[in-house]
C-alpha cells in the first residue's frame, strides 16, 4: 500500500560525496518521521540519520559534522547528502518511514536498500 523508492547509491572515493533520496507513495496521511539506516558488511543494522514530523534531526556520532538529513514534505521525500566519506561508511542504506495511512493504519515502512561503497 506504502512504498518507498530509494537512489543516489554508487561508488565513490574516500572524501566524495553523494546523496540519497527516497520517495513515499501510496495511501499516505501522514509521515510522523524518516530516517536512513545501514548495514556494513558482517555488522548490525544502525540508525544512521532520522527526521522527524516536527523537523527535529538526529545522527549517529560517526556520521556528525559530514551528513545531513533532509525533507520535502511536498515530494514526500527523504534526502541524505553524504560529504566527507569514508570507507567504514560502506555499507547498504536503507530508508524507513513511520507513515499513518488514510485507514488509520499506522507503521514502520522499508526501502529496498540501496549499496555505497566508499574506496580507500
Known amino acids: 500500500q506504502v512504498q518507498l523508492v530509494e537512489s543516489g547509491g554508487g561508488l565513490v572515493q574516500a572524501g566524495g560525496s553523494l546523496r540519497l533520496s527516497c520517495a513515499a507513495s501510496?495511501?499516505?496521511?501522514?509521515?510522523?518521521?524518516m530516517g536512513w539506516y545501514r548495514q556494513a558488511p558482517g555488522k548490525q543494522r544502525e540508525l544512521v540519520a532520522r527526521?522527524?514530523?516536527?523537523?527535529?534531526?538526529n545522527y549517529v556520532d560517526s556520521v556528525k559534522g559530514r551528513f545531513t538529513i533532509s525533507r520535502d514534505n511536498a515530494k514526500n521525500t527523504v534526502y541524505l547528502q553524504m560529504n566527507s566519506l569514508k570507507p567504514e561508511d560502506t555499507a547498504v542504506y536503507y530508508c524507513?518511514?513511520?507513515?499513518?495511512?488514510?485507514?488509520?493504519?499506522?507503521?514502520?515502512?522499508w526501502g529496498q536498500g540501496t549499496q555505497v561503497t566508499v574506496s580507500s
Open positions: 501510496g495511501s499516505i496521511f501522514s509521515i510522523n518521521a
Open positions: 527526521i522527524t514530523s516536527g523537523g527535529s534531526t
Open positions: 524507513n518511514a513511520d507513515i499513518s495511512s488514510h485507514n488509520g493504519l499506522r507503521r514502520n515502512y
